[in-house]
């Protein structure tokens, strides 16, 4: 799919002030800091679209951005910020939890996972908790361009068989890379693919 026009439409807290739910949806969901406002920039060929940061914590609202007048890509904060206060934790959790079992349009959740990390319990609890409310996700593995040679070939292995011991089979997923565009082609068809269900 070509990405012709990317424009931010709006950010809020509360899903009653989002776009009207009338277009396929997407989220990029994640820890702080894993790459979801890079990664949305990426696939849009935009270097400063969604906004990004060195420093964790950068998002903090939902932001629907529409592409090529048809479709929503969303922008959210990130979890598992280490400085977030508990009052903060707990607004954050309210008003995603919210956004992501009552958005109607949402057709896919792209659940950002670093590659260099070993799998953290934050994020398997977090796909668990998706799984329980029905909401379809896929995996996002981030930030190939930082691994090391000999775990390029380790990471999605070591992945796997940690998903294996709470789900059936692994949820679709692909590997990227902002910095060099390594998987933007898989992740625009897929979501084509997903667009053009949703018409039929
Ligand atoms: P929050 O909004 O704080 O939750 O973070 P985020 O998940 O949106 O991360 P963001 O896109 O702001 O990126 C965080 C940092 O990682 C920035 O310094 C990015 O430049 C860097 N980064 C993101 N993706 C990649 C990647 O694929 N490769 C490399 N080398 N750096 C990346
Ligand atoms: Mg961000």
Redesign the pocket.
């Known amino acids: 799919m070509k990405i012709n026009t990317a424009q931010f439409v709006i950010s809020n807290t509360d899903i009653t002030k989002c776009p009207e739910a009338n277009m396929p949806e997407y989220a990029f969901i994640?820890r702080?800091?894993?790459?979801?406002?890079?990664?949305i920039n990426m696939l849009t060929n935009r270097k400063s679209l969604a906004k990004?940061?060195?420093k964790?914590?950068?998002?903090q609202l939902i932001n629907h951005f529409l592409i090529n007048d048809d479709w929503y890509l969303v922008d959210l904060?990130?979890y598992g910020f280490a400085k977030t206060g508990k009052t903060q934790r707990l607004k954050w959790e309210k008003f995603i939890n919210e956004y992501l079992t009552k958005r109607e349009n949402l057709l896919n959740v792209f659940v950002?996972i670093d590659s260099r990390h070993e799998p953290q319990r934050i994020d398997l609890n977090f796909m668990g908790w998706l799984g329980e409310n029905g909401i379809p996700f896929s995996i996002v593995f981030?930030?190939l361009?930082?691994l090391r040679p000999s775990q390029k070939g380790s990471f999605y292995p070591q992945y796997k068989r940690e998903m294996l011991k709470i789900w059936e089979e692994m949820p679709p997923h692909f590997v990227?890379?902002?910095?060099d565009g390594t998987g933007k082609d898989e992740l625009l068809e897929y979501i084509e693919a997903i667009n053009a269900d949703y018409k039929a």
């Open positions: 994640g702080s800091n894993v790459g979801k406002s890079s990664l990004i940061s060195g964790p914590g950068k998002t904060p990130g950002l981030t930030k361009d930082k990227t890379s902002s910095a």
